[in-house]
């Protein structure tokens, strides 16, 4: 899921000059934003909530055969057994869910059951998507805002409700930068296509908000170079330094963009596009030291809980004779990451504490 090893020092160099050329930009947008951000995130009462993404959102769209979120040992947490989520328990989106107050939405798949099941909105991510298509074969982020825009001229969902009482969670976690990597795109390349991608979530979000939701969320990337996938080269000791800087090129780029976005669409000074820091959010619980009131302190936060037994074997695997392939650490409560891609409930739920304090103070 993330870009592999490594780019050139080169461009590592060119990417910070136009990281401190963009940075001027964003100090100015970012003042004149920060004071109504998340401030305004219970103006009204939504009791809906639409998500649209990747695994990190994803609460059981994706087939029984495609993933491994299907298969033990994923879902021990919660709900016991392997449901979809690539976790050992609850996600991002469960959590969100949690904080606006209401159930986690069904997932698209179950549609059809209807009735009071839809009441607390829908979940279109799918994992392994990105804005672009992927290496997967899934619905992306476009497509899946496809799904949604039918359901309501279906009045499966009816616009009085979208603006009145809904909000929504556009969730991005790299899958179109690994699927860059794996045709071979070149390191020049990245800040070009960094820059697509952008444009591209920004016309979702702006598809998102003409369905009249008053409230889209939308998440930075996360620190892909702290990925266990990454730091697994140094024992799951230290984060990959030039990944992250181009993490933080997507997050720069991703600021302006929603920066640009809420003022062009200031209404009573409400900001209808919120970013959900989740970079900022990792890092605080990677270096928390157990001094927060109510926070997790994970011994190795880097070092994942489930793992491969040897290199081409993943958590999930087994072989012919049913004998599993992986390992699962003692307690994945003390775990940050469950596979080497996908935090644990308890990583979440720290990550979700991590982006509280950061809504209440505003």
Request: glycine share 8%; proline share 4%.
């Amino acid at each position: 899921m993330e870009p592999r090893k490594l780019l050139s020092s080169l461009f590592y160099f060119s990417l910070l000059s136009l990281l401190s050329a963009n940075q001027q930009v964003v100090d100015s947008a970012h003042h004149h934003h920060h004071h109504h951000g998340h401030r305004h995130l219970f103006d009204f009462r939504p009791s809906k909530l639409f998500v649209f993404g990747d695994s990190y959102a994803d609460t059981g769209n994706i087939g029984r055969s495609l993933a491994g979120s299907w298969k033990q040992p994923y879902g021990i947490t919660f709900p016991g057994k392997p449901a979809g989520r690539f976790s050992d328990g609850r996600v991002l989106t469960d959590y969100l869910a949690k904080f606006v107050g209401i159930k986690s939405p069904i997932p698209y798949k179950f549609r059809r059951v209807g009735g009071k099941h839809l009441r607390n909105g829908m979940n279109f991510a799918y994992g392994g998507t990105g804005v672009f298509q992927s290496t997967s074969p899934l619905p992306n982020m476009t497509t899946q805002i496809g799904f949604f825009q039918q359901l309501i001229k279906e009045g499966v969902f009816n616009s009085l409700e979208l603006q009145q009482s809904s909000v929504a969670l556009l969730v991005l976690s790299g899958n179109d930068y690994s699927a860059y990597i794996s045709r071979n795109g070149s390191s020049q390349g990245f800040p070009s296509f960094i820059t697509q991608v952008i444009n591209e979530l920004v016309l979702n979000l702006k598809m998102i908000q003409e369905l009249g939701l008053k409230k889209v969320a939308v998440t930075a990337l996360q620190p892909l170079g702290c990925l266990p996938f990454s730091t697994a080269a140094s024992s799951f000791q230290q984060c990959n330094g030039t990944e992250n800087a181009l993490v933080n090129f997507h997050n720069l780029l991703l600021q302006q963009a929603v920066a640009k976005l809420n003022n062009e669409t200031t209404n009573d000074d409400h900001s209808t596009f919120i970013i959900l820091d989740l970079y900022t959010a990792f890092m605080t619980v990677f270096t928390n030291k157990g001094d927060h009131l109510g926070s997790t302190r994970f011994e190795n936060p880097l070092k994942p809980c489930c793992v491969g037994i040897s290199n081409g074997d993943v958590c999930g695997n087994v072989d012919e004779s049913g004998t599993k392939k992986y390992t699962v650490c003692e307690n994945p409560e003390a775990a940050f990451f469950w596979d080497t891609v996908h935090p644990t409930q308890a990583g979440w739920r720290s990550v979700y504490s991590a982006l509280q304090t950061n809504l209440q103070q505003l």
